[in-house]
C-alpha cells in the first residue's frame, strides 16, 4: 500500500547513478595507487619518489573531486486542469510555502483556463487572474516571474529565485495545437526552455485528447508535438535534445477494464497499486519505445479525475466518469540507460556527457492536494531536486549603484560586461523595488549605450534622471535586461534609495511638528 503523501524517491541521472560513480570512482583511485606503488620501487632518488607521489596524488583528488563538487536545487512542479474556474483565494498549500525547503524554481502548467473570447483577449493585454494570483504570492517570497506562454486555455509558467535570474538564459517558448486537426488550441502543449547554469531544460505541459477510447489518439498527438515544436538555437532545435525534459499536464489516459465498484474500493483502501496494471499510460509503456524514455514516480494518490467540484467525492453526475490518474508528471534524462543501483531508486545514465557535468534529478514528493475544489480535476504536485555542477556561475554582466540615492538629484549606476554575450539596442537596466513581480515590474529604466562597442572589462556609466527616481525610502535592485535572452542576465546587490526632501513637499509623508503629525 502507498502511502499518499510520501513515495519512494525516484531517481535518474544524466549520467550515472550515485552508486556506480563511486565504485568507478575508487577503482581507478586504486589504479592510481597501485600504479603509484609500482613506480615507488623502480625510483632511485627520494626526490623522484616525492615528485611522482605529488603528481599521482593531485591527479587522485582531482578524480575524487569530480564527483562531489555538486549542489542541489529544488524543483516544485503543478499541474492541474482548472475547468474555467477563476483562481482560490490561497494556493500557498499548492505551492508549499510553509515547507521549511526553500524552493529554486516553480513551474506550474495549467490547462482550461478561461479563454471565452472576451476574456482571451483582455487576457492578452492584461495578465490573468491566474498568473496574477500566482505572482503576488510568490514574489513576497521573493520569487519572480521569469516567464510564461499560452495557447488559450494552456497556461505554463516560470517562477525562480531572485539569485538565480542572472544564470537563467536563452529563454524561449513555442506552442502546438492539436485541436480540430490542428487548427484550434483547446488540446495540445505549450512549452518552456532554457538554460540553468548551463544545463539545458525544457518543460512541456499538454492537454491530450479526452475519453477512455483516444489512448492511441493520445499517443500520435504527443509524437506530432514533438515533432512540430522548434526552437531557434543550434544545439537544442527540437524538445528531446534538452538533457532533463519534463512532460506533464491533462494527459487525459483513463484506467482501463476495471468496473466501477473495483476502482472505487480500491480507491478507498488505498490499494493504488491493483489499479497500476491497467493505466493506460502504464501499459502503453511496455510497446512504446518514446514513453520507454519517460520516468515517473509511483501513483500513490487518489486519481486525480472527475470529482464534483467542491468536495472530495468521485462523479456522481448521470455520465458517473470513472475515475482516472489523467494528470501526471514525467521526465526524460537525454540519451539515457536504466540500471537499478541496488536501494529500490529508479537510476539513469547517459553516454554523450562528460561525467564531470552530470545532472541527477531525485524526486522527493508525488502527490494530489485534494483540498482544492474549484475543478472536476484535483491539482498533482510534484517536488524535485536537481544535483548538477554548475557549467556556469559567472554572470554575464556586473552591475552597481554608485553613491547615494535619492530623487533630490540625478543617480549614477555602472556596468561591466563580464563574458562576451550577444548585446542589443533593445537591452535596458531597470530599477526594480524588492518584491518585484516580473521583468516588467520596473519603476523605470534606461537603455545601454548603444553608441558604442562595449570591451570586456570595460566599466560603462549610465545617469539616471532624479526625476524616474521614487520619492519615498525603500530598498531596490538594478537588473540588466537581454532582449536577445529574454531575461534578466544581471542584477546588483541590493540598496536603499533615500526619502526625497520633494516627498515632504507634496504631500506624500505627514509633516511633524513639535512630535505631532500635521
Not at 483516444?214 to 498527438?221: C, F, G, S, V
Not at 543550434?234 to 473495483?262: C, E, Q, S
Request: glycine share 6%.
Amino acid at each position: 500500500m502507498c502511502d499518499v503523501l510520501d513515495i519512494s524517491r525516484a531517481r535518474s541521472d544524466s549520467t550515472s547513478s550515485t552508486a556506480s560513480q563511486s565504485t568507478s570512482g575508487r577503482m581507478i583511485l586504486r589504479q592510481r595507487i597501485a600504479q603509484l606503488l609500482t613506480c615507488l620501487e623502480d625510483l632511485s632518488s627520494d626526490d623522484e619518489a616525492n615528485e611522482e607521489v605529488s603528481r599521482t596524488l593531485d591527479e587522485a583528488f582531482h578524480l575524487c573531486g569530480r564527483y562531489t563538487n555538486k549542489e542541489s536545487f529544488r524543483l516544485h512542479m503543478v499541474t492541474w486542469n482548472v475547468g474555467t474556474a477563476e483562481p482560490p483565494a490561497d494556493v500557498r498549500s499548492l505551492l508549499q510555502l510553509d515547507s521549511h525547503l526553500t524552493t529554486d524554481l516553480y513551474v506550474i502548467g495549467l490547462q482550461e483556463v478561461n479563454a471565452a473570447p472576451v476574456r482571451y483577449v483582455s487576457d492578452l493585454i492584461y495578465e490573468d487572474s491566474w498568473s496574477r494570483l500566482l505572482m503576488d504570492t510568490l514574489a513576497p517570497n521573493g520569487y519572480v516571474k521569469v516567464t510564461s506562454v499560452r495557447m488559450q486555455g494552456l497556461l505554463l509558467l516560470l517562477f525562480a529565485k531572485q539569485v538565480h535570474l542572472p544564470f537563467i538564459r536563452d529563454i524561449q517558448s513555442t506552442y502546438t495545437r492539436t485541436g480540430l486537426f490542428g487548427y484550434w488550441g483547446n488540446k495540445g502543449g505549450v512549452s518552456v526552455r532554457f538554460s540553468f547554469y548551463g544545463h539545458l531544460l525544457c518543460f512541456l505541459n499538454c492537454h491530450l485528447a479526452a475519453h477512455m477510447n483516444y489512448a492511441l489518439q493520445r499517443m500520435d498527438e504527443f509524437e506530432y508535438i514533438l515533432d512540430t515544436q522548434d526552437f531557434d538555437l543550434y544545439n537544442t532545435p527540437h524538445v528531446l535534445d534538452h538533457k532533463v525534459v519534463f512532460w506533464f499536464g491533462d494527459l487525459n489516459f483513463r484506467i482501463a477494464d476495471h468496473g466501477m465498484h473495483f476502482l472505487r474500493s480500491s480507491i478507498n483502501n488505498g490499494r493504488f497499486n491493483l489499479l497500476w496494471g491497467k493505466d493506460q499510460l502504464t501499459m502503453m509503456k511496455k510497446n512504446e519505445p518514446l514513453l520507454q524514455e519517460f520516468e515517473e514516480g509511483p501513483l500513490c494518490f487518489k486519481p486525480t479525475f472527475k470529482f464534483d467540484r467542491f468536495s472530495e467525492t468521485y462523479d456522481t453526475s448521470g455520465k458517473k466518469r470513472k475515475p482516472a490518474w489523467t494528470d501526471r508528471i514525467l521526465w526524460r534524462i537525454k540519451s539515457k540507460a536504466i540500471e537499478n543501483d541496488g536501494s529500490g531508486s529508479i537510476a539513469s545514465s547517459a553516454d554523450d556527457e562528460d561525467d564531470e557535468y552530470l545532472v541527477k534529478v531525485i524526486q522527493d514528493m508525488y502527490t494530489c492536494d485534494v483540498s482544492y475544489g474549484i475543478s472536476d480535476h484535483k491539482p498533482v504536485i510534484g517536488t524535485f531536486r536537481l544535483e548538477m555542477r554548475k557549467k556556469v556561475d559567472t554572470p554575464l554582466v556586473t552591475l552597481t549603484a554608485e553613491g547615494l540615492w535619492s530623487a533630490d538629484e540625478d543617480a549614477t549606476l555602472t556596468y561591466t560586461i563580464m563574458e562576451t554575450f550577444e548585446a542589443s539596442t533593445w537591452d535596458w537596466i531597470g530599477l526594480y523595488k524588492i518584491g518585484f513581480r516580473s521583468p516588467s515590474d520596473y519603476i523605470s529604466f534606461a537603455w545601454v549605450k548603444d553608441d558604442e562597442v562595449t570591451a570586456n572589462g570595460e566599466v560603462v556609466t549610465i545617469i539616471i534622471s532624479k526625476d524616474e527616481l521614487p520619492l519615498l525610502a525603500g530598498d531596490y535592485v538594478l537588473g540588466y535586461y537581454s532582449s536577445n535572452m529574454q531575461s534578466l542576465i544581471a542584477s546588483s546587490p541590493t540598496f536603499q534609495i533615500l526619502q526625497s526632501e520633494r516627498a515632504m513637499m507634496e504631500g506624500l509623508i505627514p509633516e511633524n511638528i513639535n512630535g505631532f503629525e500635521k
